[in-house]
């Protein structure tokens, strides 16, 4: 049984790159804002309740040491004179206890006629330097939280009470408040422009992919002209993008090179099947004379044979193109020498003479012996073919710089230097060659070259005077 494909996670939409990449930016943003806003908030709220309690400390330390003289005396009028002082001047009240928590004096307005005492243990904490109360009603002397700070009151080297600086708890967050504000403006501005720069960006590398995308179907339904647009950065983009205008231009070229390879087959296999039509009906409806008819049967059989030639040519070529290359080191003087003897018999019909340059020595080079061979037999039979009657033919082998040359020379008319470069494409043949080599099926020479270019080997042409040569390169073995 096959499994059934897994939802989504997200709508469609959100599944392309653009919003994949807004998403995950817009997600790392939020979430380091979350994690720095709240270390911010831990931060600020100690550092405003250390600076808050360190003044509470030092306001209520300066109360203790006015009044220390009026606890042990009993005054409260001077303390009440004292303290009424010290208020107006902050922003805390204080309050005076004695050794038993008892409040003797208040600053607070709110707390006159009340007899007030503080918590149990509240005075021994003070004592013990537990100074400090975040958020305490003081066993409800007052009805909101307040935030208190207690020293000892000293007087003749003995404590004999307490002070507590008293403020609420919301003007110690006042300061606090304040820096979340900020924070807060700061990264809500933060984050607008984080998502914009991430939707900028995005969009701006998803925007080539998308082109791309729609170059790809337009390839698709046979347009090849279509070519992506440069593109400066990212580098990996504009990369991108050359690479895909290259293979543009490389299938552009192919379906070129497929269409014209079509009509130039085409050409080739409807010359030799219009003459064998033509004159087969021609002896059939009696058009041709009986005393002719082995004439033409002799020309029926001569195309039959060059349209056989043409068919095996192009499965030479494509076994050629699929073949994997094996390289092995032989003697390519020998491979020469096969030629020669395989040849002698078109060389003699023509009436042509031999040089032969061959070492007596072997010359061992690293390729594939059936392949350069047919390289070998392929450029003599076409300068056996093109050279003039009674003329030599040259085939040389020189070592220059670890490769072995291989020449092939014949005489006969110049080839205009501005056809040399078409000699090795597919079905090419000069008007002369189509007039007077009805056996040419203008394979030759791209065999010749689709097998040197397996080898990654070099073959020159030159042409002047009549003379015409060409050169092709071997690797030598071990070289």
Same mark, same amino acid.
Request: net charge negative; aromatic share 8%; glycine share 6%.
């Given at each position: 049984?096959?499994?059934?494909?897994?939802?989504?996670?997200?709508?469609?939409?959100?599944?392309?790159?653009?919003?994949?990449?807004?998403?995950?930016?817009?997600?790392?943003?939020?979430?380091?804002?979350?994690?720095?806003?709240?270390?911010?908030?831990?931060?600020?709220?100690?550092?405003?309740?250390?600076?808050?309690?360190?003044?509470?400390?030092?306001?209520?330390?300066?109360?203790?040491?006015?009044?220390?003289?009026?606890?042990?005396?009993?005054?409260?009028?001077?303390?009440?004179?004292?303290?009424?002082?010290?208020?107006?001047?902050?922003?805390?009240?204080?309050?005076?206890?004695?050794?038993?928590?008892?409040?003797?004096?208040?600053?607070?307005?709110?707390?006159?006629?009340?007899?007030?005492?503080?918590?149990?243990?509240?005075?021994?904490?003070?004592?013990?330097?537990?100074?400090?109360?975040?958020?305490?009603?003081?066993?409800?002397?007052?009805?909101?939280?307040?935030?208190?700070?207690?020293?000892?009151?000293?007087?003749?080297?003995?404590?004999?009470?307490?002070?507590?600086?008293?403020?609420?708890?919301?003007?110690?967050?006042?300061?606090?408040?304040?820096?979340?504000?900020?924070?807060?403006?700061?990264?809500?501005?933060?984050?607008?422009?984080?998502?914009?720069?991430?939707?900028?960006?995005?969009?701006?590398?998803? &925007?080539? +992919? =998308?082109?791309? *995308?729609?170059?790809?179907? #337009?390839?698709?339904?046979?347009?090849? $002209? %279509?070519?992506?647009?440069?593109?400066?950065?990212?580098?990996?983009?504009?990369?991108?993008?050359?690479?895909?205008?290259?293979?543009?231009?490389?299938?552009?070229?192919?379906?070129?090179?497929?269409?014209?390879?079509?009509?130039?087959?085409?050409?080739?296999?409807?010359?030799?099947?219009?003459?064998?039509?033509?004159?087969?009906?021609?002896?059939?409806?009696?058009?041709?004379?009986?005393?002719?008819?082995?004439?033409?049967? &002799?020309? +029926? =059989?001569?195309? *039959?044979?060059?349209?056989? #030639?043409?068919?095996?040519?192009?499965? $030479? %070529?494509?076994?050629?193109?699929?073949?994997?290359?094996?390289?092995?080191?032989?003697?390519?003087?020998?491979?020469?020498?096969?030629?020669?003897?395989?040849?002698?018999?078109?060389?003699?019909?023509?009436?042509?003479?031999?040089?032969?340059?061959?070492?007596?020595?072997?010359?061992?080079?690293?390729?594939?012996?059936?392949?350069?061979?047919?390289?070998?037999?392929?450029?003599?039979?076409?300068?056996?073919?093109?050279?003039?009657?009674?003329?030599?033919?040259?085939?040389?082998?020189?070592?220059?710089?670890?490769?072995?040359?291989?020449? %092939?020379?014949?005489?006969?008319?110049?080839?205009?230097?501005?056809?040399?470069?078409?000699?090795?494409?597919?079905?090419?043949?000069?008007?002369?060659?189509?007039?007077?080599?009805?056996?040419?099926?203008?394979?030759?020479?791209?065999?010749?070259?689709?097998?040197?270019?397996?080898?990654?080997?070099?073959?020159?042409?030159?042409?002047?005077?009549?003379?015409?040569?060409?050169?092709?390169?071997?690797?030598?073995?071990?070289?």
């Amino acid at each position: 049984m096959s499994e059934t494909p897994k939802k989504a996670l997200l709508p469609r939409r959100f599944q392309t790159i653009y919003w994949q990449n807004f998403l995950l930016t817009a997600s790392v943003v939020v979430l380091t804002l979350v994690l720095l806003g709240m270390s911010f908030f831990a931060l600020s709220y100690t550092y405003s309740r250390n600076e808050r309690e360190a003044d509470m400390r030092a306001k209520a330390g300066v109360v203790s040491r006015m009044v220390s003289s009026y606890v042990t005396g009993g005054s409260l009028s001077g303390m009440r004179e004292l303290a009424s002082f010290a208020a107006s001047v902050t922003d805390e009240n204080f309050l005076i206890c004695n050794l038993q928590g008892s409040v003797l004096l208040t600053s607070d307005a709110s707390l006159e006629g009340r007899v007030l005492t503080l918590p149990e243990g509240m005075t021994d904490s003070i004592l013990r330097g537990d100074d400090s109360f975040d958020r305490t009603t003081l066993g409800d002397i007052y009805t909101g939280k307040h935030f208190a700070v207690g020293v000892p009151i000293e007087s003749m080297g003995q404590t004999v009470g307490v002070v507590l600086a008293v403020t609420e708890a919301r003007a110690l967050t006042a300061m606090w408040r304040g820096f979340i504000g900020m924070f807060f403006m700061t990264a809500v501005t933060v984050l607008l422009l984080s998502f914009v720069v991430s939707a900028w960006l995005s969009m701006r590398q998803s &925007r080539p +992919i =998308s082109e791309m *995308a729609e170059a790809t179907r #337009r390839f698709a339904d046979g347009n090849f $002209d %279509i070519r992506m647009r440069g593109y400066d950065d990212p580098v990996e983009i504009a990369e991108l993008a050359s690479s895909f205008n290259n293979m543009a231009d490389s299938l552009q070229e192919t379906e070129r090179q497929r269409r014209e390879f079509i009509a130039n087959v085409s050409h080739e296999l409807k010359t030799p099947m219009t003459t064998i039509a033509g004159y087969t009906d021609g002896i059939l409806d009696g058009t041709i004379p009986p005393e002719e008819e082995k004439q033409y049967l &002799r020309i +029926i =059989s001569d195309e *039959a044979r060059r349209l056989s #030639r043409l068919v095996r040519r192009m499965l $030479d %070529i494509s076994r050629l193109q699929s073949r994997e290359l094996r390289k092995t080191p032989f003697d390519i003087c020998e491979s020469m020498r096969r030629v020669l003897i395989s040849m002698e018999k078109k060389i003699t019909d023509r009436g042509l003479d031999v040089d032969a340059n061959i070492p007596d020595n072997s010359v061992t080079v690293l390729g594939d012996n059936d392949l350069i061979t047919q390289v070998i037999y392929n450029l003599l039979e076409n300068a056996t073919k093109f050279a003039r009657t009674g003329s030599t033919l040259y085939l040389g082998l020189a070592v220059v710089n670890g490769k072995a040359l291989v020449s %092939i020379r014949n005489e006969g008319d110049t080839i205009p230097a501005d056809e040399i470069p078409l000699l090795f494409e597919r079905f090419h043949k000069s008007d002369k060659s189509r007039s007077e080599d009805k056996d040419g099926v203008g394979l030759g020479l791209y065999v010749v070259r689709t097998i040197l270019d397996q080898h990654r080997e070099q073959i020159a042409v030159t042409s002047e005077s009549g003379v015409t040569t060409f050169t092709f390169t071997v690797s030598l073995a071990g070289g």
